[in-house]
Structures are given as structure tokens and as C-alpha cells.
């Protein structure tokens, strides 16, 4: 637990706590304001802060506090559920680039820096554009509210997962050489065995690290998309696409256009000082 | 050297005929196709009539039969026609390409300008107030949302104050360099600030990593000066690596480009291909896309043989 002696290990994962709670206890707040993230009042559209809006309410006169509550909670779900199924991916290419080397690993490795060099926002844009039916996904998830949730975690996992990959390989391919591994070796374990009892653990540090900062890095990702109206999709609300209604009324409300884009960048901030904090405190080789 | 040149070049045209497939399939996922549009758009089209439209552009034939196709087309410089803008799409593309390279030059530089002095301090003593400001400045801008970034700046100077304008890149009926650049303002500082700490990051940690070398304590023991070590013992070592970096951001620079232009509706290549996208225009979503990679391609290219005039111990064959 020393990890937590790091400020910048505090401070993240402070903030993400406090976040967490506050998304999670939604409900009961809702239930003390006699209101609902998706109750619409078109007679108090835009309201300004009241004791029944603590924060207002926005361009269908929905509560703006329960909103970005109920926005959060989609965000992270999808920055979590995503980081982690890309951490898995992830993991597995680069253990099997690190573990097997020569051509495998130049293949995955070219793979690799090709998809972090490639213009990803363009190709992103196309792909949350597709057509689920000429894809063949069945009606009933298609027209399901969460299709968009399942979709666009789908794609950032599909993008995300090259931190890792590198990160992993790297530390595969030092731990490879080492004289533990070479005994497993010798005493005749199977490479599957010692990929995933001798060198998988050794791994929890990188793992651990880039996945914090790859859930920053998806939120990010997933905000823009929902906000280009490719993401996570109404009446679902998201950080992203609560700014797509707060740009219209930019010059009427401005504090709508403010709110979603603070929670975005205090969240993603949180991620990335944890991810650092965690790697300083758990790699003492990084240490400087 | 040559050798090494006529491979990354016959690689970059393979890479590039993959993606071109990849992308062509990929287009063909969007909703609806071609003549469903001219569909929506006559209503006097027969379910007949359609199936001979299909039949005429050879619609009804299997995926990689019209691949070939179009890439026969496209290998001789013929990108049909842009739905959106009734224009060759070659004609539609080659203005904004100038758009969009003027904005991630001017941005680029600026980045560079503004990062690599900063990461050199930081670098000379880690743990000062002043690396706590540049550690602070990297962490807040690779956190940033670009979106919301441009959304504020709008906001105050566009809005609220009112110095510069909100959008597009010529105001009309006026015209000029002035124009023009009061226009790029605002879309180069959002791209500049969300390109900005990753490469502060890098340039910290090279120029920590070279400081720490004999050579360096060896040029200090030989009483050169601050100024002469981090100038011409440290930086000059610290670039090598960083040119990697420059070329593996071209891709992120793009997609912040396509943010930072639909925000603020300039008429670049970005907001181009978004738009096609949105607009159900195949040929200029595919063109774009495909001139988008080959420009990452070449940026990583031209890195390549960056790295081997800057490092004399790199030699490719």
C-alpha cells in the first residue's frame, strides 16, 4: 500500500472515488428532488439554479445535476468496461509478441505502431457510422437503447488496446531472458504454462498502469464520438453528447456547455495522474 | 541507402493498397447505398427501376469486383463523383488538403515551439517549481477534451467578448492574409494545446535520460557552459529519439485536426471527411480517408530518413 503515500496516486484516486459515489448514489438523490435524469419539463426549459435544480436544467428542462450524474455513469461504465477488455487484448498480443519474438512479434509490432500512426478519429467516424444490419447484428440488440453503449465500447477496445500491447512486450521480452523463466525452461514447462504462472504476474505493474491511463485516454475518445453524435446516443445521456444539445444554446446557457467539459477533464486528469503515480510508486526503476 | 528508399516506398504503396481495401469495405457499411439515396430523393423510382440502377453501377456485384474497379478508376486519378458537392471529388479535396495543412503546419510548429523549450527546462532539474509547472501543463492538456477546449474558447472570445470569429476560414466579402489568420486563431491554439504535453513529456524525459550520460559530466568537466552542454552536448543527442515521436503524432495531429475544423467549421480536409460521412458521399468519405493515410504514411516516411541524417550511427540498407 505504499502506492498510496504518492500525491498524484491520492489525488486520482480520490477524485475517482468521490465520482464513483456520487454516480452510484444517483438514485437516492433522484428520489429526494422528486425527479428523474430523463424527466422532461418543457415549461422550466433552461432554468437557472433553484432549490429544486441544484445546477439548473437544461434544453428539455431535465434536471442538469441528475443529468451529469446519470452522464457520468455511462462514461465511466464505458471507460472501465472498455480499458479493461482492451487491457486483456492487449496483454495477450504483447505477451505473445515478447514471449515468441522473430517474425510473430515484428508482425504484431508492425500491427501495433501502424494503428498508432493511422489518422484513428477519421477511420473511428466511419466505422461508428456502419450499418448494424449489414453487419448482421440481430434486430432485437439492434434496436436495443444500450446498442449504442455495446457499440461504441466495441470500438474504442478495438483501437485502445496498443498502450498495453507495447508495454507488455517490453517488459515480456526482459522477463524472458531472466534465470526464473530459463528454470521453468529447463525443468520442461509448457510455453502456455509459463506464459501464464511465471511470466503473467510479473506483469501486474504495466498492466495496471496503462489500463488507468488508457480508461482517461477512452473517455476522452468516447466523449468526442458521442459528442459528433456517434457515441453514446440519446436519450442515453453521456458527457459527450450532453454537449451536443449545450452547443446549440451556447449564448443562452453557457454553464451547460461548462459542466459536462470540467466532469470530462477532471475525470480523465484523475485517470492520468493515478496511471503516473502508480507507475512511479510501483516501478522503482522509473523512479527519478 | 537508395536500397533502403525504393523498400519504405514499395512498403508505403502496399500498406496503402490494404488500406484502401480495408477503408472500401468498410465504406461500404455505411447505411443505405447509392441508389437508395437517389431513391429517397425521387419517389417516382420503381423497385424496378432501382434494380436496374443497381445493375448499371454494378452494385449487384460481389465486394471485390467493385474494389477492383474503383481501384482501377482511382490508379488513374479517378475518384468519380462527390454526391454532396456535384463536383469531381478530386476537385473537392485538393483546396481543403491546402486547408488542413496550412492549420496543422502553423499548429505543429507552434506545438514544437512551445513544448520543446519548456520539456529542455523541466529537464534540468526535475522536482523544481518549474517542472512542477511543466509536469502540470502536460498532465492538463493531454486531458483536455479538444471538443470542449474549442467550445470554451468560442465561448469567450467569440462569443462573450467577441474578438475573433466563431468559425469557417474567410469572412465574406472580405478576404486577405489578416483575415485569414484572425480566422486561424483560435483552431490553431485548441490544436496546439491538445498536441502540446505529450511531446513536453517526451522531450523531459529524453533530454533527462541523455543529461545522465559520461559525456555530458565529461563536457561539464571540461568547463563548458550550462548554455553549451544542454544546447550542443544534450539536445542534439535528446532529438534522436523524439523524431519517432514526431512522425507516430502525425495520425493523433490528423484526428485532432478533424475535432478542431468541425468545430470550427473550417473548410479543411477533417470536417471534409466527417462531413462525407454523415452525408452518405462514399467516393469523397473514401478519397478522404485514403489521402488522410497516404499524408501519415509520407510524415512517417520522412521521419525515417530524418532519423538516419540526424544519427550518423544508423545507416539503412
Redesign the interface.
Known amino acids: 500500500m505504499s502506492a498510496l503515500v504518492q500525491p498524484r496516486v491520492r489525488f486520482g484516486g480520490g477524485v475517482l472515488l468521490v465520482l464513483t459515489i456520487a454516480v452510484l448514489s444517483t438514485p437516492f438523490l433522484a428520489q429526494a428532488l422528486g425527479a428523474h435524469a430523463d424527466t422532461v419539463d418543457l415549461y422550466h426549459r433552461l432554468a437557472g439554479p433553484s432549490l429544486r435544480h441544484p445546477l439548473g436544467t437544461d434544453e428539455l428542462g431535465r434536471d442538469l445535476l441528475l443529468r451529469l450524474l446519470e452522464g457520468g455513469r455511462v462514461s465511466l461504465l464505458v471507460g472501465i468496461t472498455a480499458a479493461l477488455a482492451a487491457a486483456v487484448l492487449g496483454t495477450g498480443i504483447g505477451l505473445l509478441a515478447g514471449y515468441f519474438g522473430g517474425r510473430l512479434d515484428a508482425a504484431l509490432m508492425r500491427l501495433t505502431d501502424g494503428i498508432i500512426a493511422l489518422p484513428l478519429l477519421p477511420l473511428l467516424v466511419v466505422l461508428a457510422a456502419a450499418d448494424l444490419h449489414k453487419l448482421g447484428v440481430p434486430a432485437a440488440l439492434r434496436d436495443s437503447d444500450a446498442m449504442s453503449l455495446y457499440r461504441i465500447i466495441a470500438l474504442v477496445t478495438l483501437v485502445g488496446w496498443t498502450t498495453v500491447a507495447r508495454l507488455v512486450r517490453g517488459t515480456t521480452l526482459s522477463l524472458r531472458r531472466q534465470d526464473f523463466v530459463r528454470a521453468a525452461e529447463a525443468l520442461g514447462a509448457s510455453h502456455r504454462r509459463i506464459m501464464l504462472v511465471h511470466i503473467l504476474p510479473n506483469l501486474a505493474t504495466p498492466i495496471i498502469v496503462a489500463t488507468s491511463l488508457a480508461v482517461g485516454e477512452i473517455i476522452l475518445l468516447e466523449s468526442v464520438l458521442s459528442f459528433l453524435g456517434l457515441g453514446v446516443a440519446p436519450p442515453l445521456a453521456s458527457w459527450g453528447n450532453m454537449l451536443t444539445g449545450a452547443e446549440e444554446t451556447i449564448a443562452l446557457a453557457p454553464m451547460l456547455a461548462v459542466y459536462p467539459g470540467l466532469l470530462i477533464f477532471l475525470t480523465v486528469m484523475a485517470c492520468n495522474l493515478l496511471g503516473d503515480g502508480l507507475q512511479q510508486a510501483l516501478d522503482p526503476r522509473q523512479r527519478r | 541507402m537508395s536500397r533502403f528508399v525504393v523498400r519504405r516506398v514499395f512498403e508505403i504503396m502496399v500498406?496503402l493498397a490494404i488500406m484502401s481495401l480495408v477503408?472500401y469495405a468498410?465504406?461500404?457499411?455505411?447505411?443505405?447505398d447509392p441508389v437508395n439515396v437517389m431513391i429517397a430523393s425521387n419517389p417516382h423510382l420503381t423497385p424496378a427501376d432501382a434494380a436496374r440502377l443497381k445493375a448499371l453501377y454494378g452494385l449487384d456485384k460481389p465486394l471485390l469486383e467493385r474494389y477492383a474497379a474503383w481501384a482501377a478508376a482511382a490508379l488513374h486519378g479517378d475518384f468519380g463523383y462527390s454526391r454532396l458537392y456535384a463536383r469531381p471529388t478530386l476537385a473537392v479535396l485538393l483546396p481543403r488538403l491546402g486547408n488542413t495543412a496550412l492549420l496543422m503546419g502553423a499548429s505543429f510548429a507552434l506545438t514544437l515551439a512551445l513544448a520543446w523549450p519548456m520539456g529542455v527546462l523541466a529537464a534540468r532539474r526535475?522536482g523544481s517549481w518549474l517542472d512542477d509547472v511543466a509536469n502540470f501543463a502536460s498532465?492538463?492538456t493531454?486531458?483536455?477534451?479538444?471538443?470542449?477546449?474549442a467550445?470554451?474558447l468560442?465561448?469567450v472570445f467569440a462569443?462573450q467578448l467577441g474578438w475573433l470569429p466563431p468559425g469557417g476560414a474567410t469572412t465574406i466579402g472580405a478576404g486577405g492574409v489578416a483575415d485569414r489568420a484572425d480566422h486561424l486563431v483560435l483552431p490553431v491554439i485548441t490544436l496546439t494545446l491538445v498536441n502540446f504535453g505529450p511531446h513536453l513529456r517526451y522531450m523531459r524525459a529524453a533530454m533527462?535520460d541523455t543529461l545522465n550520460h559520461d559525456y555530458i559530466r565529461t563536457a561539464r568537466a571540461k568547463g563548458a557552459g550550462e548554455a553549451r552542454i544542454l544546447t550542443r552536448h544534450a539536445l542534439r543527442n535528446a532529438l534522436i529519439p523524439l523524431i519517432t515521436v514526431v512522425?507516430?503524432s502525425?495520425?493523433?495531429l490528423?484526428?485532432?485536426a478533424?475535432?478542431t475544423e468541425?468545430m470550427f467549421a473550417y473548410p479543411g480536409m477533417?470536417k471534409l471527411?466527417?462531413d462525407a460521412?454523415?452525408g452518405n458521399d462514399y467516393n469523397l468519405?473514401l478519397a478522404?480517408?485514403l489521402f488522410?493515410?497516404l499524408?501519415?504514411?509520407l510524415a512517417?516516411f520522412a521521419a525515417d530518413l530524418a532519423y538516419a541524417a540526424a544519427d550518423p550511427r544508423i545507416a539503412y540498407r
Open positions: 500498406v477503408i468498410l465504406i461500404g457499411l455505411m447505411p443505405g526535475p498532465f492538463a493531454i486531458s483536455m477534451p479538444s471538443f470542449w477546449l467550445l470554451m468560442i465561448l462569443v533527462i512522425a507516430l502525425f495520425g493523433s490528423f484526428s485532432g478533424l475535432v468541425t477533417g471527411i466527417y460521412v454523415l468519405a478522404g480517408l488522410a493515410t499524408m501519415t504514411l512517417n
